[in-house]
């Protein structure tokens, strides 16, 4: 029930792997945030299920984003837009959690979670006070508890499937049926709850309009991390449990209509972005980071670049990847093997289905032990990587839809580039910042943009966090955000 969703990049059946690129990057931290609203009602306080599914976001997620600042920022918003509530009377907690992803969410006991990086992309507080009224909107709705109802019917529908009903077709399209109504379903708690969330923003005296401005900000950044071109949303949504974001840009403006005309309601701009100023934006540095082809980890020390045309994203479990087009896939994590136990041998003990014993290799990468093997799945080839690096193993899974002996070339290439970093190297590793800047009297977008020279894209991303379309200029006197 996010705000958004995350994204499919490729899978492969029959229990080979799943290569899946989440819009996410996870480090840990200490406690949380928690906005301290008035009355709380006995539903909102934590029962021992709510608090392992608290941990679980936590760690999947990165832990808590400590920032004073920014803190009192949300807290402030969040009891605005409560005192604006159709119910008052609820209570909220509110955490920051440290990752690059553009996402939010919310569980029935009120718990309200939001991302650095989705509190970067918002440009002023309209815009981020409709992602938590939205999030509101869905404990206000008590979405959570009517989706469960709605699932359990569906797995009763599956259950009756499979044991009454003995005609596969009518088998088939019952479970199809069910599968449509519970999409369809969830899809419709996310227009209701923009629909809510668009209320309480436009009570709390915010423009209306800021989130049909987010939702179009969100859609760009996507087609920005979207390799070979811009996705069609309605293959992106399809069946997913929410709307297509042109739709919802659609419905959060008709809503918005209904209080207001564009430009009334406070917007914030100036002051919300000096809140953001110095915030960490990206890769956290416990984690690594991704620069372009490259990821970097100094805290382990390692470094390696995936093929040409691959575009990278650090996750909490594995660095994955996916090539222009989507016909290549790699994915980077690291396990425990046993000293004693041979990468040969490891490759081929059994942790990947129809892997091809003849064809493990044992051999070094700048000399750290190493095996490769390759291995087939229905729609996919792999190629399989293991390096010894200290007392870890790092397994590198490569992935094509058609893979010939010059994508291999390219898959073998990339693995000779994993190699140790030098004491100077891991320490001139730093993570991004977001600066505030004033616009000067000779300052252009192209100007600002290339004082992004290290991230990727630096023109499409100036304009993005900025809220600026194509043909959008800058004016003299404005605050705008950079990378630095």
Not at 143 to 153: G, M, N, P, S, W
Not at 237 to 251: A, C, G, I, M
Not at 302 to 325: H, I
């Amino acid at each position: 029930m996010g705000w958004v969703s995350t994204l499919s990049a490729a899978k492969a059946r029959n229990g080979t792997i799943a290569l899946t690129l989440l819009l996410a990057a996870c480090t840990s931290t200490p406690d949380g945030l928690q906005v301290k609203l008035p009355e709380a009602p006995k539903q909102a306080q934590m029962q021992p299920a709510a608090e392992r599914e608290h941990q679980r976001i936590l760690a999947s997620y990165g832990g808590v984003y400590e920032d004073p600042q920014l803190h009192e920022e949300i807290g402030k918003l969040v009891n605005r837009l409560v005192a604006a509530s159709e119910r008052p009377n609820l209570k909220y907690e509110v955490t920051i959690l440290n990752s690059p992803a553009i996402n939010a969410f919310a569980l029935p006991n009120g718990r309200l979670y939001v991302t650095r990086g989705l509190i970067a992309l918002a440009n002023d507080r309209s815009e981020l006070a409709s992602v938590l009224a939205h999030e509101m909107g869905h404990v206000i709705a008590r979405h959570a508890e009517i989706r469960e109802e709605q699932a359990r019917q569906a797995a009763i529908v599956g259950h009756v499937v499979s044991d009454v009903l003995s005609d596969p077709q009518m088998g088939a399209l019952a479970l199809a049926k069910s599968k449509l109504t519970l999409a369809s379903f969830s899809r419709a708690q996310e227009f209701e709850a923009d629909g809510i969330g668009v209320g309480i923003a436009a009570r709390a005296g915010f423009d209306p309009f800021g989130a049909a401005r987010f939702l179009n900000d969100m859609q760009r950044n996507a087609e920005l991390k979207s390799p070979g071109g811009n996705p069609d949303p309605r293959a992106v949504d399809f069946l997913s449990s929410h709307p297509s974001t042109p739709d919802r840009v659609k419905n959060a403006i008709a809503n918005a209509r209904q209080f207001s005309g564009p430009g009334n309601g406070e917007r914030d701009h100036a002051d919300y972005l000096a809140s953001l100023k110095g915030m960490v934006y990206g890769d956290d540095p416990s984690e690594g980071f991704v620069r372009g082809r490259r990821f970097v980890h100094p805290k382990l020390a390692f470094s390696f670049l995936a093929p040409p045309g691959f575009t990278l994203d650090n996750t909490a479990q594995a660095v994955l990847g996916l090539m222009d087009g989507g016909n290549e896939a790699l994915r980077l994590d690291t396990v425990r093997v046993p000293a004693e136990q041979s990468l040969g041998n490891y490759l081929k003990s059994g942790w990947l289905e129809n892997v091809d014993a003849p064809s493990v290799q044992e051999f070094t990468v700048n000399g750290f032990p190493a095996a490769t093997a390759t291995a087939t799945g229905e729609a996919w080839s792999f190629r399989l990587y293991a390096v010894r690096f200290g007392s870890e193993v790092y397994r590198f899974i490569y992935a094509a839809k058609n893979r010939t002996p010059e994508i291999d070339r390219s898959f073998r290439d990339s693995i000779e580039t994993f190699r140790r970093l030098s004491l100077k190297e891991a320490s001139e590793v730093q993570p991004l910042h977001l600066n505030i800047v004033t616009v000067g009297n000779h300052d252009t977008v192209e100007t600002l943009a290339r004082r992004m020279a290290s991230v990727d894209h630096p023109l499409e991303r100036f304009r993005l966090l900025n809220g600026l379309g194509p043909k959008d200029t800058v004016k003299v006197g404005q605050p705008v955000k950079l990378l630095e």
